[in-house]
C-alpha cells in the first residue's frame, strides 16, 4: 500500500514541477509589479525568482526528473512485484508505458495547461517552497552553473536584436481587437513608440515649398507675405535660401512696426539650426531647451534642406492639426472608378506599406520614387506597372510630381504583356 502512494506522491510532485515551470516562464513582470495589498509581498518574491531564472529552472528540472525516476521506478517494483508476478520484463514494460501516460496526462500536460491559464497566481502560491527548494538543491545548481558557464563558451550564440517594440505593438493590436482600448488610443501608443525611429526629414517641410523673405524687403511686402500665407513665423535670408538669418515673427513684427520700426533684420529672431538627420524625439527637446516653434533644417554639406516646426513633431503623436487657416489635403483620394490619387508628397514608405511592396529605394516621396522608377524627369502621362498596379502621373510643378493615379491592373494583362512591368510612356 505504501509503494502505492508513492507512486501517487511522484505522479503529484511531477504535475507540481510541471506546472511551475510554466507558471514561471509565463508570469507576466508588469502585472506582478502592479500588485499591491496583500499579494505585494508574493509578488515581489516571484519577481526576485525570476531574477534568478537559470537557478530556478535548474530546481524544477532537478526536482522533476527525480519524481519521474522514483516514480518509473516504484512503477516497475509494483507491476513486476505485484501484478506480473514472475513475469519480470513484461511487468517492466507494462510499468514504463503506464507511466509515461501517466506522466504525460497528469504531470505534464495538464498542470502545465491550468498553469498557464492564471501564471501569476499559481506562481506566487508556490513561490515559498521554490525558494526553500532552491537553498536545498543548491549544490546541484552550482554543479550545474558550471556546465553551463562551459556550454556557453563552446557555443556562442548569435547577439539577438531587442524585439521590445515590436512586441509592444503586438500587444496593443491584440487589446484592440480584445475591445481593451479604442482604436484612437492605440494609434497613440503605436505613434509613441514609433517616435524615435523618424527623422526631421521625414516630416519636414522641404526647401523648394519653404516660404521665405529676403531681409532686404519692405514692411509692406513682409506684411504681404503673412496676409497671403496665413503663417505667423516666416524664414528671413540674406541673398538665397542657404543663408537664412532669422525667423520673422508675425507677433512681434505687426508690434514693432506699430512702435515705428522700419527695419526687419531688428525684429527677427536668431534662427535655430539642425540636421535634418536628427531624430524627431531630439527635435522636441531641441524645440524646449531653443523656446523656438521653428527650425531650419541643414543637409550635409551645410546648405538648406527645409524646414520643420513643433506643429510638425506634434502631428506625428496625435495626428494632423488643422485650425480655420489650413486647407484640408488628403494624400490618398479614391475616385468612383476605384483608382487613387495619390499625393506627391505622400512618405513613400506608407504608400508601400499599403500595397505590400517592399520598400528598397533610395527616396522619402512618392513623387521622388516615381522619377526613380521612370529613370528620368516624369511628365504628365508617364506610366510604369509594379505588382498589378499602374501608377500614372497626372500633375507636375514644374519639375516636381504633385499627383498620380494608381489603378489596379488584372494578373491576366500583366501576363499577356510581361514587358509592361516597367512600361515608360514619352
Known amino acids: 500500500m505504501g509503494l502505492w502512494f508513492a507512486l501517487i506522491l511522484c505522479i503529484a510532485l511531477s ?10 516562464s509565463a508570469s507576466n513582470r508588469v502585472k506582478l509589479k502592479t500588485m499591491d495589498g496583500q499579494r505585494k509581498g508574493r509578488a515581489q518574491l516571484v519577481l526576485d525568482l525570476l531574477e534568478k531564472y537559470d537557478s530556478l529552472l535548474t530546481t524544477v528540472l532537478i526536482g522533476n526528473n527525480l519524481v519521474n525516476i522514483a516514480g518509473t521506478a516504484i512503477a ?11 513475469q519480470e520484463d513484461l511487468g517492466a514494460t507494462v510499468a514504463s508505458a503506464v507511466m509515461t501516460v501517466l506522466v504525460l496526462f497528469f504531470g505534464e500536460v495538464g498542470p502545465k495547461t491550468l498553469a498557464k491559464q492564471q501564471p501569476e497566481k499559481y506562481a506566487m502560491a508556490v513561490a515559498p517552497t521554490i525558494q526553500v527548494l532552491m537553498v536545498v538543491l543548491r549544490p546541484l545548481d552550482l554543479l550545474f552553473s558550471l556546465w553551463r558557464k562551459l556550454l556557453s563558451k563552446l557555443i556562442k550564440p548569435d547577439p539577438e536584436e531587442s524585439q521590445i517594440e515590436d512586441e509592444l505593438i503586438t500587444i496593443i493590436d491584440e487589446a484592440q481587437t480584445e475591445g481593451d482600448i479604442e482604436e484612437d488610443e492605440g494609434e497613440l501608443i503605436r505613434s509613441a513608440i514609433e517616435f524615435n525611429d523618424q527623422d526631421a526629414s521625414d516630416i519636414m517641410t522641404p526647401r523648394v515649398d519653404v516660404t521665405a523673405i529676403e531681409d ?39 508690434k514693432k ?21 536628427i531624430p524627431i ?12 516653434h521653428l527650425v531650419i533644417l541643414l543637409d550635409e554639406y551645410g546648405g538648406t534642406d527645409g524646414i520643420v516646426t513643433m506643429e ?13 487657416h489650413d486647407e484640408i489635403n488628403e494624400e490618398v483620394v479614391e475616385q468612383e472608378d476605384g483608382t487613387l490619387i495619390v499625393d506627391g508628397n505622400m ?21 521622388g520614387w516615381i522619377g526613380e522608377m521612370l529613370e528620368k524627369v516624369p511628365e504628365v502621362g508617364d506610366t510604369f506597372r509594379l505588382d498589378n498596379h499602374e501608377f500614372t502621373v ?10 498620380i493615379r494608381i489603378t489596379d491592373v488584372a494578373e491576366e494583362a500583366e501576363k499577356a504583356d510581361p514587358e509592361t512591368e516597367t512600361e515608360q510612356t514619352e
Not at 507675405?225 to 541673398?239: A, D, L, M, N
Not at 512702435?259 to 538627420?277: H, K, L, Q
Not at 524625439?281 to 523656438?292: A, D, H, I, Q, Y
Not at 512618405?347 to 513623387?367: A, C, F, N, R
Open 394 to 403: 497626372t500633375e507636375m510643378d514644374g519639375f516636381r510630381v504633385t499627383r
Open 76 to 86: 516497475t517494483v509494483l507491476f513486476t512485484m505485484f501484478v506480473f508476478k514472475g
Open 347 to 367: 512618405q513613400l514608405e506608407e504608400l508601400l506599406e499599403k500595397y505590400g511592396i517592399e520598400d528598397q529605394y533610395d527616396t522619402d516621396t512618392v513623387g
Open 312 to 324: 510638425d513633431v506634434l502631428e506625428e503623436l496625435v495626428g494632423e492639426i488643422y485650425d480655420e
Open 15 to 24: 504535475a507540481f514541477f510541471s506546472a511551475t515551470e510554466t507558471a514561471f
Open 281 to 292: 524625439s531630439s527635435l522636441l527637446k531641441l524645440f524646449r531647451t531653443s523656446k523656438t
Open 216 to 254: 532686404t524687403v519692405s514692411l509692406e511686402e513682409a506684411a504681404e507675405t503673412f496676409r497671403k500665407t496665413w503663417y505667423s513665423r516666416i524664414p528671413v535670408y540674406h541673398e538665397d535660401l542657404d543663408h537664412v538669418v532669422g525667423i520673422l515673427n508675425e507677433k512681434d513684427f505687426y
Open 257 to 277: 512696426t506699430h512702435e515705428g520700426c522700419t527695419d526687419i533684420t531688428r525684429i527677427m529672431n536668431e534662427p535655430v539650426f539642425a540636421p535634418a538627420s
